[in-house]
């Protein structure tokens, strides 16, 4: 079963940069086959699909509010997958738990509408104006 375990995040001005990384592990039939993404939920507020990447890496797909913002990119480097997100230009509105979430296949559409059947414990981001 794949696990996942974010990293990273913390507090910062708006304005400013933070990223994001997660860890996966358990991926029975190889990385390349599974959808990596990043999923938010703001205080009282429903998840919303971020940042996700898929087919082998080749594609990637945003949300309009963080796109030109915030850059997913995976690495696979001794046996270990890590997912990172590099979030510039930060705005109070970015606030919120961020989640590492994955599923067999890809991601394409709207990410809101995706079901990730693996979920990470979540990392807090929170953007002072």
């Known amino acids: 079963e794949v696990q996942l375990v974010e990293s990273g995040g913390g507090s910062v001005q708006a304005g400013g940069s933070l990223r994001l990384s997660c860890t996966a592990s358990g991926y029975s039939y190889g990385y390349s086959n599974y959808c990596w993404a990043w999923v938010r939920q703001a205080p009282g507020k429903e998840r919303e699909g971020v940042a996700a990447?898929?087919?082998?890496?080749?594609?990637?797909?945003?949300a309009a509010s963080v796109k030109g913002r915030f850059t997913i990119a995976r690495d696979f480097s001794r046996k270990t997958l890590t997912l990172q997100m590099n979030m510039n230009t930060l705005k109070p509105e970015d606030t919120g738990m961020y989640y590492c979430?994955?599923?067999?296949?890809?991601?394409?559409?709207?990410?809101?509408?995706?079901?990730?059947?693996?979920w990470g414990q979540g990392t807090q981001v929170t953007v002072s104006s």
């Open positions: 979430a994955a599923r067999w296949g890809d991601c394409t559409g709207d990410l809101n509408l995706i079901i990730f059947g693996y």
């Open positions: 990447i898929y087919a082998g890496g080749a594609k990637t797909n945003y």
